[in-house]
């Protein structure tokens, strides 16, 4: 426990640090800790046996995934139709190029990156009940939705459990429960990708209760 009361936990899951500070008993944010290795089990697309890595894998049979896969894949389908494609999960092959969960970050050549984008189309992932099914060619990437979701789903977990302050860092992914105590709000750094990490921010933005 830290000078004002609050508590920090870290934990590394989705391919990023996770960091949750609130006032209230470590044992709950342990819990919440928990939550996240469970999501991680499930939708990361680098777990082998994970619901994403199964899909992925699956070459193009139907797959069998948990009701919370299920949630966030229909969430990310109503979200890719709202935005007239814009947002597309079926991006796995075009990500993969880039090489950013292996560390080595390269920049693919246009054609090959033109002819994994192609593949990319959200519009042809079946999902039925508890199953999903994608092309042989295709692999999802929840990259673009999952830490946001599971940031809202863990300070949903923490209000169930009466915490009435708390800040959830998902990887950049910032959501906020309450206020300080103080009652002032909480004030989450934009980071200057030019800058030093942690320590370097071109703005702030003053948050309360953002979940």
Known sequence: MSEDGSTTVKGVYFDTINTIRAWCSESVLVEAMAECRKYND??????????????????????????KTMAILRLAQEVSEASAGAFNI???????????????????????????????DCTRIRLAGDSVRVPPEMQIDL?????????????????????????????GNVVTVGSKPDGSDWKVGLQNPLGKRGEDFWAFVESQDSG
């Open 42 to 67: 499930l939708l990361s697309k680098t777990a082998p046996g994970s619901d994403v890595w199964r899909v992925n894998h699956a070459e193009g049979a139907a797959v069998t995934v948990n009701e």
């Open 143 to 171: 990259g673009g939705i999952a830490k946001g979701y599971i940031a809202d789903e863990i300070a949903n977990f923490l209000k169930e459990r009466g915490v009435k302050h708390a800040m959830l860092n998902f990887g």
């Open 90 to 120: 079926a991006v796995g092959p075009a990500v993969a190029l880039w090489h950013f969960t292996d560390g080595s970050a390269i920049l693919p050549d246009a054609k090959t990156l033109s002819d994994a984008a192609a593949c990319a």
